[in-house]
T-cell receptor, first 114, second 112 residues
Framework: ETGVTQSPTHLIKTRGQQVTLRCSSQSGHNTVSWYQQALGQGPQFIFQYYREEENGRGNFPPRFSGLQFPNYSSELNVNALELDDSALYLC?????????????FGPGTRLLVL | KQEVTQIPAALSVPEGENLVLNCSFTDSAIYNLQWFRQDPGKGLTSLLLIQSSQREQTSGRLNASLDKSSGRSTLYIAASQPGDSATYLCAVANQAGTALIFGKGTTLSVSS
């Protein structure tokens, strides 16, 4: 059973650019959630996808968007990057429909916006 | 709006001590509560998950308790080791399969 993987591990962008982060869910998991973790803070929920549909969204602007693919891998896209977008981005997969409510997190992508 | 608070923010103990980390939440109508460990710059590792109907869960040297009515959970670590040094995060889910709401964490340092 493979765990949750994310790519890239680190990324540097400049203000105004766009970025795409990728996540591969744990085998058999159909739900993926994305979180943003600023330095010294707990993770903040961005959105969740269940079977390719958005299934909940946190307090993030529309320039944060996502996709989930038929193989349950996922992307997080951020447009018009701002300095405050610098953070660790975490994805987590789970299988709630089978009673598996534990969320399994990937290692994260650290994004720095200059 | 659910808010999760963790106290203390940081804790330093000598090896071998038993210790307790605290987590409180403002809305007692939770679905479950989860404790995670995070090493510096890394992702989160799930330690224990307590369903709202449960009072505690144990895994090895870790024991987590839940008192929904008072909005509190504690993580008890027995016989602490330097390898336990990390940030411990508490998170609640208000409904099944939904977003986790995290506290800011307690950073633990265990010295040998």
């Amino acid at each position: 059973e493979t765990g949750v993987t994310q790519s890239p591990t680190h990324l540097i962008k400049t203000r105004g650019q766009q970025v795409t982060l990728r996540c591969s869910s744990q085998s058999g998991h159909n739900t993926v959630s994305w979180y943003q973790q600023a330095l010294g803070q707990g993770p903040q929920f961005i959105f969740q996808y269940y079977r390719e549909e958005e299934n909940g969204r946190g307090n993030f602007p529309p320039r944060f968007s996502g996709l989930q693919f038929p193989n349950y891998s996922s992307e997080l896209n951020v447009n018009a990057l701002e300095l405050d977008d610098s953070a660790l981005y975490l994805c987590a997969s789970s299988q709630p429909s089978s009673g598996g409510e534990t969320q399994y997190f990937g290692p994260g992508t650290r994004l720095l916006v200059l | 709006k659910q808010e999760v608070t963790q106290i203390p923010a940081a804790l330093s103990v000598p090896e071998g001590e038993n210790l307790v980390l605290n987590c409180s939440f403002t809305d007692s109508a939770i679905y479950n509560l989860q404790w995670f460990r995070q090493d510096p710059g890394k992702g989160l590792t799930s330690l224990l998950l307590i369903q709202s109907s449960q009072r505690e869960q144990t895994s090895g040297r870790l024991n987590a308790s839940l008192d929904k009515s008072s909005g509190r959970s504690t993580l008890y670590i027995a016989a602490s080791q330097p390898g336990d040094s990390a940030t411990y995060l508490c998170a609640v889910a208000n409904q099944a399969g939904t977003a986790l709401i995290f506290g800011k964490g307690t950073t633990l340092s265990v010295s040998s």
